[in-house]
């Protein structure tokens, strides 16, 4: 019993500091003896330090797989592949809060809640990276999703932001659906819900007539799902408008800690599920797919979010890839793209919310940015040249592993179909780099010098960004056995 809690510690912390965190802003911030606080900065601080406990908590229990044969029979699987998601996961989370103390302020959006709104869906991720069974995958999912609802309608000024949180809650409520209904078949079908009972089914006979079709139809419901979830072509409809809509912190989160659950879920699914040869082709269409509309689409875009907003739609084709070859090369692949896509998202995002406290909104006010503030014109140009996957930044390793993992196990469409959707991507990325350094705004604009907190950030992320490519050996090392204990 012991063990069973030592190894969910993190996830019993989160949850209890979260519940702190709300307690404290309520009793406070309606107090008339401190004359009503906004409180935002002060429980951001108290939240930051929660989720970096949570992370200590998480570290510190790493070395204890031997409790791992413990959660085999259970809801929860504890092993390295978990452990990494989680932590990335964290981190991120970390990222995201650490935006938020200055642009409070700026944005007139002084509401704490906000706040605790990112640690208490970060809970519910950490179940669904660890969940081993598909009762536990929904009840995880679900919690993260009604907070998202919430946190995209939170800035209640904002027409768009009021308009982005019912549009996400109506679309969300249908991908939920069609997962639900996708483990329901499966349950039907099979009588098991735990992987490792679905993996003995699937693998042990042949299995025809009613009940194949249930499984497929199971297993293809529960891929739409996912996929919904993590913006991919052909269910990415929502994701423009709310990341345009939501504050851009909460865009800086959706981008991000979704697809870290998702991709680790969804992998852990397909591991122990049927990897069949029809889902493999789903998979690799929906790649291709997701690549070409994500650079064409933001060709086309004025705002400086939205072309992020597709951007994130097309490194999910990216990330893709390496998941649709099944190996444990691409599995290896899959985590060094969405390790290093996080990083580029935290990056940009923190750029693009410093800008944005100068009422900075459309690619066009980006002029002359170079000579008014040339430290961050040249780290937003390094985070795009990276995006683009331009030597010798993270990106390329990225786009490297993903395309010669794709080659591997012989999906010699998706490498080249990467190859061209980049060289593509070039033209808006290099853009806002050209709009920065070379074109003369119209009117000129007085750029304020960015907060403490985001230069941290900026001077963490940029320094891997910049230094990951001459030195890959930890993080390629790091990564196999990762994906080699999510086989084991």
Not at 249 to 275: C, D, E, H, M, Q
Request: hydrophobic share 50%.
């Amino acid at each position: 019993m012991f063990n069973l809690f030592l190894a969910v510690s993190p996830e019993i912390f989160i949850i209890n500091a979260t519940s702190i965190l709300l307690i404290h802003g309520v009793v406070f911030s309606t107090s008339k003896k401190y004359d009503y606080p906004p409180l935002v900065s002060n429980v951001g601080w108290l939240g930051l330090l929660s989720v970096l406990i949570t992370l200590l908590l998480l570290a510190a229990g790493a070395p204890l797989l031997t409790i791992a044969h413990l959660f085999r029979n259970n809801l929860f699987r504890r092993d390295n592949f978990t452990y990494f998601c989680q932590i990335l996961l964290l981190l991120s989370t970390a990222g995201t809060i650490s935006m938020c103390f200055d642009s409070s302020e700026q944005e007139r959006f002084d509401a704490f809640e906000f706040i605790v709104l990112i640690p208490l869906p970060t809970r519910s991720m950490l179940f669904m990276i660890s969940a081993h069974d598909s009762i536990a995958m929904y009840l995880a999912i679900e919690p993260q999703s009604l907070c998202f609802y919430v946190m995209a309608a939170s800035k209640r000024k904002s027409e768009f932001s009021t308009e982005a949180g019912p549009k996400y809650l109506i679309l969300g409520a249908f991908s939920s659906g069609i997962l639900l209904f996708g483990c329901s078949m499966i349950y039907g079908s099979t009588g098991a819900t735990h992987f490792d009972q679905l993996a003995k089914i699937l693998t042990g006979y042949e299995i025809t007539g009613a009940r194949s079709s249930g499984i497929f139809m199971g297993i293809l419901s529960i891929a739409v799902g996912s996929l919904f979830k993590i913006t991919a072509v052909p269910f990415h409809m929502w994701a423009p408008d709310i990341y345009e809509g939501s504050p851009t912190p909460v865009t800086a989160f959706l981008s991000i800690a979704p697809k870290i659950s998702i991709f680790a879920n969804i992998s852990r699914v397909s591991i122990y599920g049927s990897y069949g040869a029809t889902l493999q082709q789903i998979f690799c269409f929906c790649s291709i797919a997701s690549m070409i509309l994500g650079a064409l689409a933001a060709m086309a875009q004025t705002k400086v979010k939205r072309p992020l907003a597709h951007s994130s739609i097309g490194h999910v084709g990216y990330i893709r890839t390496g998941f649709s070859c099944g190996t444990i090369e691409g599995i290896q692949s899959l985590l060094i793209g969405i390790f290093i896509y996080a990083l580029m998202t935290i990056d940009a995002f923190a750029i693009v919310l410093a800008l944005r406290q100068t009422r900075v909104k459309y690619i066009a006010d980006l002029g002359a940015l170079a000579k008014t503030n040339p430290i961050s014109a040249i780290t937003f140009s390094i985070t795009m040249f990276s995006y683009v996957g331009i030597p010798p930044l993270a990106g390329f390793c990225s786009k490297f592993y993903l395309f010669f993992a794709a080659l591997g196990c012989g999906a010699y469409f998706l490498a080249p179909v990467g190859v061209v959707t980049s060289v593509i991507g070039c033209f808006y990325y290099i853009r806002l780099a050209k709009r920065m350094f070379f074109d003369t705004p119209r009117t000129w604009i007085l750029y304020e010098p960015m907060d403490r907190d985001k230069s941290l950030l900026l001077a963490m992320t940029s320094s891997f960004i910049t230094s990951s490519f001459p030195y890959p050996s930890p993080l390629f090392s790091v990564t196999h056995q990762m994906a080699l204990s999510s086989y084991l």
